[in-house]
């Protein structure tokens, strides 16, 4: 008892928040300077709210709230409440950083910025007035990071507008500020030209024939931002990713005919779009032909009125190009660089199980650094969905969209993390598992609060403890049986591991850089991981059950009849084996232009057990032959996912 409460005591420090904040309520993301203070602001009566003419957009706001709330405003005179808005100088509030105060005299927010102003908004927003009232706290919060973005790929899986405007609100909820808008890949090119409009016909597209973004439509997303202050980062991605670009043209981008065409593109784009001064000119995963290709263009494209964005690695990027990381393990900048930085590494989406989403990006530590530096700006998040879907919504439920944004929320903003990439939670009693518990507590009331009827792929994690048996030597043999099946529950079983969560990976598939639940795992070897379930009575209760999550990006199999997966992994209850799947296309061998139907736990029907009385014995077997999967479509990630959903 004494040393969790030391671990306690340590996890408030580093949170620098005082332990009043566990009874209170749940923000995401957490102010940096926090203190919730004794009593509450009654408005029953309502508030008075002055006519701030210079604050247009956050009136609009302020009203919402308390119009959403059924809370009247009143008129000056009376002894009542006071809603006030102020524009401070001398604060080192900065851009973004705001201070939020509720007290007896009312409501009360400072910031040096407009910016600052909507975003204090929005943490009162998310405070939950109960009877109409208000927790007296004072806040002063500012950004870790100044660059905290999202990556959409919608030139591969179109996404109708409400859906995008959708995220953008939840982007803005969370105080992510930048919208970095891929419209361009080999698949589609989706943004209509008025001076090339074939370039947007249906027999040019390999995927969502017809789906484009009309510049009217182009037009009110980059003012649908603008009004909820997020940059728009849009990716016109060259030379590679551009074989819709040589279909409608005939020319390769790299090629002179193809440099004049592009200029042509790029040139009506900044006339179309003027207000625009950000563009991702892309450059990776292309064999450079023309090694004066990206040095031209990105001069054209500054002398434009442009910023520029590109992939780091890619192509030949000039200098004043800021440099997006997304390949390689953790790796800390070099201070003495003169270039400038945003980090995607190993913040792909697509990639992750929904569940391990929140356990990686909570932990997450951006280049090795804790906050900005003047090499490193932020980060993005990033969501492709390489493989085609059958409905632009499978996306939200193949990955975890919201449960990431929110987590990475909190990481871009707060800062910190921790320098080695996880894929597991960590041991129970640490203090980066206390703090994990504390923001998974916060995640669900948000999931509850916010997410009704939205897709939200994520379930509570630390309360399902899980004790790891082996190895067991397999000799390659995946079906082989030992004899912990039989008496999974023995005295003379020894566990070599407890693990806490509901998705375990044991090795990923980037076991070089991203670490598994076993120290050292060997080949040709089964594993079992045993717990108990409580059940208040008999009852058939619903379970997420998986095995591998097949990554979005890869054109991976589907998973033969009668089989959780390639690596004859089962599950028992009580002693009985749980039926796999009834697969509808079982065995299907992969294709990134079929979709996922029915492959993961998380846009599957729930598997049905049926639970006794009292505690329930669950056993897991994970056995593993070689690590490297059959090719590269079908690496071998060895891990399970099992926890029951409400």
Known sequence: MKLKFTYFLLLVLLLRIPTSLFAQQALIPLPQELSWKKGTLNLDKGIFIPNYLFFKNEMGLVKQFFEQNNIKDFEEGRRKPLFTLQLLTKTELGNEGYNLEINAKGITIGAEQETGLFYALKTLEQLLLENKKLPYVKIRDIPAFSFRGFLLDVGRNYQPMAMLKEQIDVMAKYKLNVLHFHFTEDIAWRLESKKYPGLTASKNMTRWPGKYYTEKEFKELIDYCKKRHILFLPEIDMPGHSAAFERYFGHNMQSDSGMYYIKSLLKEFKETYPSLTHLHIGGDEVKISNKNFMPEITRFVEDLGFKTYGWDPGSNLQART???????????????????????????????????????????????????????????????????????????????????????????????????????????????????????????????RFFEGMPFPYVQQTKLKWELIGPFDNGGDLQKRFDIEQAPFADHLKVAKTQVGATVILRHWWADVVKGALDDPKPNSTWYARTKIWSDKEEVRSFWIGFGNLSRSYASDTPKEGTWDDLSSRVFVNGSAIPAPSWLFPGRKGSLEVPLIDEGYSFRMPTKIKLKKGWNEVLIKVPVGKFAGKDWQNPVKWMYTFTPIP
């Open 322 to 448: 800021v440099r997006q990381l997304w390949m390689g393990g953790p790796k800390a900048i070099d201070q003495a660089s003169q270039f400038e930085f945003i980090d995607s590494k190993h913040l792909y989406i697509n990639h992750m199980d929904p569940l391990e989403t929140v356990t990686t990006l909570f932990f997450r530590q951006f280049a090795e650094q804790k906050q900005e530096s003047e090499q490193l700006k932020g980060a993005i998040l990033c969501s492709w969905p390489d493989r085609a879907v059958a409905h632009p919504e499978d996306m939200f439920l193949q990955s975890a969209i919201y449960p990431g944004l929110l987590t990475f929320a909190e990481r871009a903003w707060r800062g910190n993390g921790e320098t080695e990439w996880k894929a597991n939670l960590p041991q129970e009693g640490t203090a980066s598992f206390e703090a994990f518990s504390e923001f998974e507590t916060r995640l669900l009331q948000h999931k509850e």
